[in-house]
């Protein structure tokens, strides 16, 4: 096989790429370890920042978006006995959508059918090779278990922080830093309306609480547990009495509303920054090049902005011969990215607490940055420009 722009990844960075790059005459292929159906229905992000609404909706790809997404103000920060509202509007003209990665998953997949994008899922043995030549390949073993090879101009890893693109790089080109969060998220999906017409996002003693949603009558939770937290350990009951306590129901008249857990897992909290961003004939994009904790839900949105950038400078690249903008995408990209790992950093560390034996000092740190941030116009303009978005190529 032969193409211009060999993608590795049908997450939403390697389809969108493939949906920006095909808008301007430019050839792809996008090979996926994943099956289609597993790719759609992986449980992911599912807050949009004001700038990603705008880019889907500029490409034609923001119909359902704008019939079912449904959009936010702002946020609740809150701790025992406080509840104070971060008005974005007011603060920034600016709004987010609560919108599902999946539901962003199928409109791409949709849409990349009707254009008859070549997409290989469930492959295998993927593997990048001779990068640094004028004519990088990618071989992989197709679904049906023959080897094939994918001559291409220029490959991109939007595979994740476990796929075969981020350790292309070699490691006398590459520099990488990274965190462990000494916690986790325990992460639960209920058939229950939310009990919150916005996000609230919960310091307690005890621990960090968030309040999602999904959609009318979906709603999302998140509990800060300790690392390697066993979800089966959780029940049912557990978790909504855990959730009521750190959420303050009963507070002020509001109430958890209870409902059918349908899912549950843990997730790590980790900060990885891979630069450059490019080697050669090899450029990442997304979880590929970065992770960020999810508490300033960055993941998703830095994807969307890093191909929001590499797309027009691959055009650039192989329609016009022009080198420049492919040659500044990594600088330009991991400004972005170091600017959303701090806030991400910024955000973790001000709402998780340490549990039993917590340092008594840090918390009254914690809650004096909450009470700045919510009575300070300067605070709360900057959590809100940094959670909304900030412009595509800051």
């Not at 193409?3 to 590795?8: C, L």
């Not at 449904?70 to 600016?94: A, K, N, S």
């Not at 199928?106 to 043995?125: C, E, M, N």
């Not at 959780?234 to 002020?252: K, P, V």
């Amino acid at each position: 096989m032969r193409t211009q722009v060999a993608i590795i990844g049908a997450g939403p960075a390697g389809l969108l790429l493939s949906h920006l790059l095909e808008a301007e005459g430019v050839d792809s292929v996008v090979v996926e370890t994943r099956s289609r159906d597993y790719v759609e229905s992986r449980i992911r992000a599912g807050i949009l920042e004001q700038s990603t609404v705008d880019l889907l909706t500029d490409v034609g790809l923001g119909a359902r978006l704008a019939a079912e997404g449904d959009r936010h103000r702002g946020i609740y920060l809150q701790w025992p006995h406080e509840r104070q509202h971060l008005d974005f509007v007011d603060l920034i003209g600016r709004t987010v959508t609560v919108y599902g990665q999946t539901e962003v998953q199928k409109d791409l997949g949709r849409a990349r059918d009707a254009a008859g994008q070549p997409i290989h899922y469930g492959v295998t043995g993927t593997a990048l090779h001779d990068l640094d030549s004028e004519h990088p390949y990618v071989t992989f073993t197709d679904a049906e278990g023959t080897q094939q090879r994918l001559d291409a101009d220029v490959v991109v890893g939007c595979d994740g922080s476990f796929g075969p693109s981020r350790a292309a790089v070699p490691e006398a080109a590459r520099q990488t830093w990274q965190r462990a969060y000494p916690y986790s998220w325990l992460g639960i999906l209920a058939d229950v309306a939310p009990s919150t017409d916005e996000l609230i996002y919960a310091w307690h003693p005890n621990g960090f609480a968030l309040h999602s949603m999904r959609s009318s009558s979906v709603s999302r939770f998140y509990l800060q547990v300790p690392p390697e937290t066993d979800a089966g350990m959780w029940s049912d009951g557990q978790i909504w009495d855990a959730l009521a306590e750190r959420l303050g129901h009963g507070e002020a008249g509001w109430q958890l509303t209870p409902g059918p857990i349908t899912a549950k897992s843990v997730l790590p909290m980790h900060s990885f920054v891979q630069q450059p961003m490019r080697y050669c004939r090899l450029f990442l994009a997304g979880d590929a090049a970065h992770i960020v904790p999810p508490t300033g839900a960055k993941g998703l949105n830095l994807a969307v902005a890093d191909v929001a950038l590499l797309a027009p400078a691959l055009v650039a690249l192989l329609r016009r011969g022009d080198p420049g903008p492919a040659g500044a995408y990594s600088a330009t990209a991991l400004r972005r990215v170091w600017r959303c790992t701090h806030f991400s950093w910024w955000m973790t560390t001000m709402l998780h607490t340490g549990g039993a034996g917590a340092d008594p000092f840090e918390a009254q740190l914690q809650l004096s940055q909450l009470r700045w941030v919510t009575s300070s116009e300067a605070g709360a303009r900057g959590l809100a420009e940094n959670y909304a978005g900030l412009p595509i190529g800051f």
